[in-house]
């Protein structure tokens, strides 16, 4: 009965098998690999993202600065600082906290995006009367890694349109 035993032992110690280092290795080369595609095309994936919700932000921000301007009969200012890559509105109340005025950072999450350019007639600002007519148009360049993005404010509605 002993040898039989042995005899079983053997054959279920020889029947298991492992991995080798060599097949483990393998395993992990053919991992960095995969990773090494995936990531660039992850991060570019993110920043177009990043870029498209920042520039829908900001078109919705122009028809909100827009439309409170109309309704309240009073002047709306956006302004587009360049150096903090904020929004900053002068006459526009930060929704759902009525006391405190407009301000929208592109440099935090969720952006995390910048401003590589900025030129509504000249200058940063565009200004809504309380006809909600703006006094100027022209673009609005958005930056995220290597890619960019231009929002077109057209100068007889304000309306933002995503190029």
């Known amino acids: 009965m002993d040898g039989l035993t042995a005899s079983m032992q053997r054959e279920t110690r020889s029947s298991l098998r492992a991995f080798t280092l060599i097949e483990a290795v393998c395993v992990l080369v053919i991992m960095a690999a995969l990773v090494g595609v995936a990531a660039p095309r992850?991060?570019?994936?993110?920043?177009?993202?990043?870029?498209?919700?920042?520039?829908?932000?900001?078109?919705?921000?122009?028809?909100?600065?827009?439309?409170?301007?109309?309704?309240?009969?009073?002047?709306?200012?956006?302004?587009?600082?360049?150096s903090t890559d904020r929004v900053l509105g002068?006459?526009?109340?930060?929704?759902?906290?009525?006391?405190?005025?407009?301000?929208?950072?592109?440099?935090?999450?969720?952006?995390?995006?910048?401003?590589s350019g900025v030129d509504l007639g000249g200058d940063v600002a565009i200004v809504f009367n309380g006809y909600g007519d703006p006094d100027s148009g022209g673009q609005i360049k958005l930056i995220a890694g290597s890619r960019e993005l231009i929002i077109d404010v057209d100068p007889t509605t304000g309306q933002g349109v995503i190029q």
């Open 90 to 115: 002068t006459g526009l109340p930060q929704p759902g906290k009525p006391g405190e005025s407009y301000s929208l950072s592109l440099g935090d999450d969720p952006f995390l995006v910048g401003f």
């Open 42 to 82: 992850y991060a570019a994936s993110l920043e177009r993202y990043r870029l498209d919700l920042a520039a829908r932000r900001i078109v919705s921000d122009l028809a909100y600065a827009k439309t409170h301007a109309r309704r309240t009969s009073t002047t709306v200012k956006l302004t587009f600082d360049t």
